[in-house]
Each structure stands twice: as C-alpha cells, then as structure tokens.
C-alpha cells in the first residue's frame, strides 16, 4: 500500500536540514510519496523507518545507470503496463556486441559505427546505446585484452561485460571498472564473487535466472551481498516466454505485489534465433537492455524508429490547439509558415523547422486534426479558414512583412489566400524534409 | 513461493469466421475461426486463439501499386490469377487480400469486371478471401453486392466500412453472410461507435473484424499501438462492443521515405523490415490479421508469430 505524504512526514526526522537536497522535509515527503526520491537521502532515518518508507516510497522499477559520460543511459522507474495509461518514461538501451574471438579491425569498426551512427528523425538524433564485449574465448586474457582494445578507440561509451566466470570480469574491469559498464551475469553459482565486483567498482549487475522464482531469490540473495543497482536477465528460451515473463515481472512490479522484479529487464535478441522479432518485442514489451549483433541498415532503422515511436509521450494529442506557434526566438522578418493542426503534421514539421536552426513562426489552422492532403480534398482548408487564422492570432502584429509559405500540398489554394489575405503566398514543399533546405534558398532568395 | 501476475479480466474476444469449407457450404480448403482470446496476446497459458494469420494483398489495377512489389513481383502483378496463385502456393500466405483498386479509378463504371475479377480470384486460390471494394458512394452499391454476390457462400471478408460510409457494404455482408472489416481512425471510441452503428442495422459481433488504421511505422504507428491496446484491454474489461478480432494493415509502410529513399540495393530488406518490425509490434498489441504487401515479410512473420506462440517451460510458477 503506497503512504500518503503526510503519513511519511511523521516518520521524517522533521529537522528541514536540507541534506537531502530538497528544502524542507514535507517536500521531501511529498516527493517520497510520488516515487521521485529515495528514502536513502535522509541520513538521520533509524533502520526502522527506512524499512517501512523503503517498502512503499521507493519507485516501483529501480532507475540504473549504465556508462558514465556524454552516452550513459538510465533504465527503470517505469510505472505503467500500458504506454496510454501515462507515458514509458526511459527508452531501452539497444547494444551492439562484439566477440573476444573477433580481429580487433572488426570490433574498431562495430565500436567505430556505435559511436558515430546517427540516425535523425523528426529533429531527433537517434544512435544505439553502447557496445557489449562477450567472452566466448573462454579467457578472462583475451577478454581483458578485447575489452581495452574497445576503450582504446576512445568511443566513451556505455559498456556491457558479458562472461560466465567472474575471474574474466575482474580481468576486464581492469580497463574499464570506472565506467560503470553493465555486468553479465549474476547466477545462482557465482553470486558471491560477481557481486564482489560489483560493489568494488560500484557497477550495475544483471542476474540470470529461467524462472520468476528464481530471479527473487538471486535478487534478494545479492541485495543481502549490498548490490543495488540489479537488471533481470529473465533467459528466454522463445518469444513467447519473452513475453510473458517480462510482462509479468512488469505487472508484478508496478502494482509492487513483488518488489524483488522491480529491476529493469535484459534482453539478448538473439537467445531465441530471431532477433529481429525479439528487438521489437524487448522494445514493446518492456525490456530496457537488449543486446543484438550490429544490425543491418533496415532493421537498425526500425528499431531505432520503432523505439522512438513507443517512447513519445501519448498523451500529447493527435489535435494541436491552433494558434501562433514559435521555432526558436523568431524577430520580426522572420518567416511565417501555415500547416494544419494534426499533430504528426505539425510535430514532423517542427522536428525540421528545429533542425533548419532558422528561427520561424508556424501558423496552425484549425483543420479538426486532419492532414494537409485531407483537409484540402475535404475542404476543411480554405482561405478563409487562412485569413481568420491570421488575425485571430495576431500574425501581423508579430512580423513586419506580408508573406505566407504554405504546404505544398496546399498549393491549389495559393491564388485564393493571396485574394482573401493579401499576403504573398510561398507554396512550400509537400515534404517536410526540404523545408530546411527551402527556408535556406527560396527564403533567403526572395529575402 | 509462487510470483504470478493477476490481470483480473472477464472479458474474451469474439469470434470471426473467415472462409467456407466446402462442408461449410463454400469451396474454401480451409476455414479459421479467429479471436476467442482471455488475455493479453500471447499469455494464454493454454492456447485458446489461432496464431496471427498473414495476408499478402493483390490489387486488379498494379499501375498504382508500390514500385518496390512490381518490380519484386515482376510481371506476375499484371496477371491477377497468377500473382494470387503464387502468394498461395509460392509466397505461402494464410489469406488473400484483393484490393480492387480498379474501381478508384475516376468515373469508374465496370462493374461485371468487378465480379469476374472475384470469381478469378478465388478459382485461382482456395484460401479464405479478404475483398477490399470502392469508395465513392456512386459505385459502392453495386460494386460490394456484386463482390457479395461472386462469392456466395465462401464467407467473405469485406471492407472497408467506416462511419460515413458503411451501409453498401453492410448490406452486402448480410445479404450474402459475408464479415467486414470496420475501421475507425485511430481512436477506441470511434471504433466502438462504429461497431454500435453496425449493430443497430444487423450486423452482428461474429462478422466484424476492427481495423484501427495503421499508420506506417515512424508516421504515427504509436497512435495505431495504443489504440490496438485500449482496444483489447477494453475487450477483455468486458466490452463486447469492442471485442472483435483487429486487422492490422500499415498499408503506407513502402511509400514512406526511409523506403523509398533506400539504398536501391537494400530497398527490399528495407521494405521488408518496416513491414516486419510493424507486424510483429501490432501482432503484440492484439492484432490478429496482419497484411502484407511484400512477399518477403511472410515467412519472417511466419516463423516469429510460431515463437511468440510457443508456451514457456515450467517457468515463473513453480
């Protein structure tokens, strides 16, 4: 049962010391409440209080940082089942791997391409999330040797270690224990000596286990060993266990039936001999590490497509509320660029204006949420529609000049805006990939 | 200690015949009754649903088809019969999917075409058939009577009705013992409305199939997601209104730049892998049609939907 505030506040030592960071410690409660601060901060809690607070207040999923630097990315402090019911908050890292018994040419270019490839995307620069090293070799040497060779290519990012024997972990974190790179894997055996590791180079731990029961039991075995920072490797032996134990252990999580599963969930795509399928699974279905060999430019698009789909806040609405809307810090000439209120047009739209860096305004009309091809066959878009817009929001208040560009799709009305308005109308592009290139020339041109 | 998650559902998903045997009265091989899910896809602890069924969709008027199909295809796509024969036997899909695109075609008039085109269609492929007709009002009556008409007794899926225009073609369900398809954009209520209206005029839960409309993955597809999620959570809350199978067909998958664009050595793995990444996302959020366009994605489909299907070992609960 989750306490109230103020049931919390009671049993805070109420000295508004502010060593927890947080001002007073009825704001510290109220964030304790919301799963937005851990019970950890307060140094002057007895063990009692932070048992019964620790239970109740802390997030359901633990957040884990993997990586330090630029690229590190936190998994966990998810709350839902359902991304409509609010939001999934922190997308999975997708991690390429490389073999100790591969040439070290053919990992500087695996590590070389995680590093560098960009993928842009509605204004958002999209990339993988870091580089598994596994030891197949068998040789904590080799695997010491393979994992410093990666960190010589200097790419800085965030690291998974994966070896059964704890000896080659303790080989490799020789070059690589300051970087909090994810650990692989904690099992029933060699608990004691991975969780030794751990602690020592203060990194998170994947644990591995086939069956719920048996990741509760590792979890609580390795939190009494003093590790925190855990993600469950859940083992799927196909897609459809995949499925079922990672929406179960989310399910169990959430309604904090079992906290020993609030951890983030591991997924290695290629476990089940189809790894594309599991990369789309891991990425819906709630894992936040999936491990994959370097894909090919199809599959490495739709995932980092799809990941960037299921990660958008839902709750923004497929209708913009029409009005004048502002790309950077627009002055006066700035330009002026009409579209329609369906927010994949204007959210598109934007991600280029953004990345155009040209400083703008868009105009939204008030088509109901349709699209500019729709709205224009439906006659939802008109020139009417176009000249109250201007006024009703001010539009020439804000710029000096009179010109309109408009979607190109919208190009059929140009003659009639210009009638109705007065305005000189721009016919843009019909796709708004070219509106960067097109605010750079035929903009600038008419200047 | 046993660790098992509790979902608390009363509801199950309605079920949809699609295609007649012959002991079923149609001439068909085979028949499959879809939906009869009780949870979440793909958690059943026994299997009481079919695996998601694949529909590789052939158009009568390939002029306006993808590119990337007819140059893939070659020139099978302007043999209708041949291209279907082939997706049957060749490319080894569940259904067929007959878009009649030729009736789009402006002042389109033909409409003994349009039942000659059915009838050479299900001669050339014994699989369940999915026809999608016209869409101007002007035509719609006669084409769907005349699809309805063509494939008596074959149990028909027919589509597309949407809220301002569904009457031709509900007519044509029910005067033939046809299903539809009802789509709504993107939205669980409007889908609800919609199949209120069709029942209201006698279309009854077991020949609807919802499509929430897909929009092709990077153009919206988190939109079509979630609305297949609401859809089967409100499903198995207890909404029968809303408990009908879905079709899933992110029909613009090989229009969208990142495919067109593609290198044209990889374009078809490119095209392959949007329409597969999308499948298998909306197959996890409850679809249970998914339509293709590319003969490659089938046999991935295929053998992705036979692993999310598989039962775990004796794990969790112990």
């Not at chain 1, 009671?10 to 000295?15: E, S």
């Not at chain 1, 199809?298 to 509320?321: C, E, F, H, V």
């Not at chain 2, 019969?81 to 007959?98: F, N, P």
């Not at chain 2, 992110?250 to 290198?263: G, H, P, Q, T, Y």
Request: charged residues 20%; glycine residues 8%; hydrophobic residues 40%.
């Amino acid at each position: 049962m989750a306490l109230k505030a103020l049931d919390i506040y009671k049993l805070l030592p109420k000295k508004n010391c502010k060593e927890c960071g947080d001002p007073t410690c009825l704001t510290f409660a109220m964030k304790l409440a919301g799963g937005k601060a851990d019970v950890d901060l307060c140094p002057y809690l007895d063990d009692q209080a932070k048992s019964v607070l620790g239970a109740t207040t802390r997030p359901p999923i633990r957040l884990v940082r993997v990586g330090v630097g630029e690229r590190f990315f936190k998994v966990g402090e998810e709350t839902v089942l359902y991304r409509h019911e609010k939001t999934f908050y922190h997308p999975p890292g997708i991690v390429f791997r490389v073999s100790d018994l591969q040439t070290p040419d053919e990992i500087a270019v695996v590590t070389r391409r995680v590093r560098d490839e960009t993928f842009t995307r509605v204004g958002t620069d999209l990339r993988f999330s870091g580089i598994a090293i596994e030891n197949t070799s068998g040789s904590p040497e080799i695997f010491a040797k393979t994992v410093a060779a990666v960190e010589k290519q200097q790419a800085h990012l965030p690291p998974v270690l994966i070896a059964k024997d704890p000896t080659a972990h303790s080989a490799a974190l020789v070059h690589c224990g300051t970087y909090r790179p994810l650990l692989h894997a904690a099992t029933g055996e060699n608990y004691r000596d991975m969780c030794a590791l751990a602690k020592k180079h203060g990194c998170p731990l994947v644990i591995r286990a086939a069956t719920l029961d048996g990741l509760i039991n590792l979890v609580k075995d390795c939190i009494a060993e003093g590790v925190q920072d855990l993600v469950l490797d859940p083992t799927p032996e196909n897609l459809g266990a995949f499925i079922s134990r990672s929406t179960q252990i989310r399910q169990l999580a959430i309604t904090r039936s079992v906290p020993e599963l609030g951890y983030p969930v591991y997924l290695d795509a290629s476990l089940t001999g189809l790894q594309d399928a599991a990369i789309v699974l891991g990425i819906v279905k709630y894992a936040s590490v999936i491990v994959t060999s370097p894909l090919m430019p199809g599959p490495a698009k739709a995932s980092l497509t799809l990941r960037q789909n299921i990660y958008t806040d839902p709750q923004k609405p497929i209708q913009m509320n029409p009005g004048l809307y502002r790309v950077g810090n627009p002055e006066k000439d700035a330009p002026v660029l009409m579209t329609v209120n369906f927010s994949l047009t204007f959210f598109t739209l934007q991600g280029y204006l953004e990345s155009s860096r040209v400083p703008c305004f868009m105009l939204i009309v008030d088509t109901e949420g349709l699209s500019v091809l729709t709205a224009v066959a439906a006659g939802k878009l008109s020139e009417i529609l176009v000249r109250d817009s201007l006024k009703k929001f001010g539009v020439e208040n804000e710029v000096t000049h009179r010109k309109l560009i408009i979607p190109g799709y919208a190009s059929p009305l140009s003659g009639r805006i210009e009638e109705a308005t007065g305005w000189k109308v721009l016919v843009g592009p019909r796709d708004a990939a070219e509106i960067g290139e097109f605010l750079q020339e035929a903009w600038k041109k008419q200047g | 200690m046993t660790a098992d998650a509790q979902f608390g559902w009363s509801g199950t998903i309605g079920e949809v015949t699609l295609g007649a045997t012959k002991a079923e009265g149609g001439t068909r091989r085979i028949s499959y009754r879809i939906g009869g899910g009780t949870t979440l896809p793909f958690m059943e602890k026994e299997n009481s649903s079919l695996t998601p069924l694949i529909a590789f969709e052939v158009c009568d008027y390939p002029k306006t088809w993808s590119p990337i199909v007819r140059n893939y295809c070659g020139d099978l796509v302007n043999d209708l019969c041949a291209w279907t024969k082939t997706a049957d036997t060749t490319y080894r899909a569940d259904l067929i999917r007959l878009h009649l695109n030729s009736t789009r075609q402006r002042d389109f008039s033909d409409i003994p075409a349009v039942g000659k085109t059915v009838e050479g269609v299900l001669s050339a492929s014994s699989l369940p058939l999915i026809i999608e007709g016209s869409n101007e009002p002007k035509i719609d009556s006669e084409v769907f009577q005349r699809c309805g008409e063509s494939g008596q007794g074959e149990r028909l899926l027919l589509g597309t009705a949407e809220a301002s225009h569904y009457r031709s073609i509900a007519a044509a369900a029910l005067a033939y013992n046809h299903s539809l398809i009802a789509q709504s954009p993107i939205d669980v209520n409007l889908a609800k409305q919609l199949n209120i209206l069709l029942k209201e005029i006698g279309v009854t839960r077991d020949h609807i199939i919802i499509d929430p409309y897909t929009g092709a993955l990077g153009y919206g597809f988190e939109y079509s997601y979630s609305a297949m999620e609401r859809i089967r959570f409100a499903a198995l809350k207890g909404d029968s209104d809303l408990a009908m199978p879905i079709i899933c067909s992110a029909a613009d998958s090989l229009n969208i730049k990142e495919v067109r664009e593609a290198d044209p050595a990889m374009q078809d793995a490119v095209a392959v892998s949007w329409e597969f990444y999308t499948g298998i996302a909306a197959a996890a959020a409850g679809a249970e049609i998914i339509c293709v366009r590319h003969p490659k994605t089938i046999g991935m489909l295929r053998q992705a939907f036979a692993s999310m299907k598989a039962r775990p070992g004796p794990a969790g609960v112990e």
